[in-house]
Each structure stands twice: as C-alpha cells, then as structure tokens.
Nanobody, 120 residues
Framework: QVQLVESGGELVQAGSSLRLSCAAS??????????MAWFRRAPGKEREYLIS????????YYSDSVKGRFTISRDNAKNTVYLQMNSLKPEDTAIYYC???????????WGQGTQVTVSS
C-alpha cells in the first residue's frame, strides 16, 4: 500500500524559510515513476496546485504566488520529495499536501498534510 507522509510544517515568522518533506513508501513505489506535486489548502479557500516534478526531474510551476520563492526537489535514494519555501508570507499559511500522479491525469496518492503557519 502506497503511503505519502509529509513533515516539516511548523509556525514561523514572515520572511523565514522552511523545508517540507514527503516520504513515499509501499510496494515498488518509486518517486521517479510518478509526477510528484505539492498542493496547499488555506483556511476558507480551495486547494491550490503549487508545483510538480516529473520523472525526468523537470519542474513545473502552477501558482504564480510561489514562483521565485518555492522550489521542489527530490532524493531518489530516500524516495523523498521536498518543498523548499523561502521568504514566507502570512498568506502562505495552509495545510500542505504532497501527491503522486502515475501519468493517468489525476493524482492517485495523497499524504495527510502538514500545517504551515506564518505569523506577521
């Protein structure tokens, strides 16, 4: 059974940096076989698609609000994907989720989320 487990969320001050992790496990699941992505859901808002990394390592941004501040990376040996967040703003406060897409068009696997709170 595939599991995605996010970690690293915490309360930080505006302007800080934070790195979230998404550890994947289960069967033969390998992050290099999937498009891995980060989403977030802020209070009272819809889920927002932020950024993804393909099997070939190419990064795609989907949200202008994080472009230039957030980057995605992965450690294939650890089967882990990261979200580096810099220059955090109060509006980045949200639950952050990682997800995996096997190329079928939808994200089939989701983590439970990790809370990031940015104080002003």
């Amino acid at each position: 059974q595939v599991q995605l487990v996010e970690s690293g969320g915490e309360l930080v001050q505006a302007g800080s940096s934070l790195r979230l992790s998404c550890a994947a496990s289960g069967g033969t699941f390998a992050i290099t076989d999937y498009r891995m992505a980060w989403f977030r859901r802020a209070p009272g808002k819809e889920r927002e698609y932020l950024i993804s990394i393909g099997g070939n390592g190419a990064t795609t941004y989907y949200s202008d609000s994080v472009k230039g501040r957030f980057t995605i990376s992965r450690d294939n040996a650890k089967n882990t994907v990261y979200l580096q967040m810099n220059s955090l703003k109060p509006e980045d406060t949200a639950i952050y989720y990682c997800a995996a897409n096997d190329g079928s068009g939808s994200y089939d696997y989701w983590g439970q989320g990790t809370q990031v709170t940015v104080s002003s």
